[in-house]
């Protein structure tokens, strides 16, 4: 069974930074390619950044430039450093991950951009 635990949400002025953490279970984690999504209020789910278990990034066009995805595999974690953010990025931030035909997600973390 995986289990992902995101944390590191919070609220942000316009132009701040924060990072969000994701915490997986499993020895296997290594081999596991990563993303993260977010969720705004009435909008559908949409992929953020994913890193590969070789360590290769794909990011939104969106977030491009301001943030970067990464992982510690001695820790089991996968983290998003967020910079300059704006208030567009205000959402539900989830951890996930597909392994064969099974797709993972954490309960997700609150990101909120406002002044």
Known sequence: QVQLVESGGGLVLPGGSLRLNCAASGSAFRLWAMGWYRQAPGKQRELVATIASGGGTNYADSVKGRFTISRDNAK????????????????????????????????????????
Request: hydrophobic residues 30%; glycine residues 4%.
């Open 76 to 115: 089991n974690t996968v983290s998003l450093e967020m910079n300059s953010l704006k208030p567009e990025d205000t959402a539900v931030y989830y951890c996930n991950t597909k392994l064969s035909s099974w797709v993972y997600w954490g309960q997700g973390t609150q990101v909120t951009v406002s002044s």
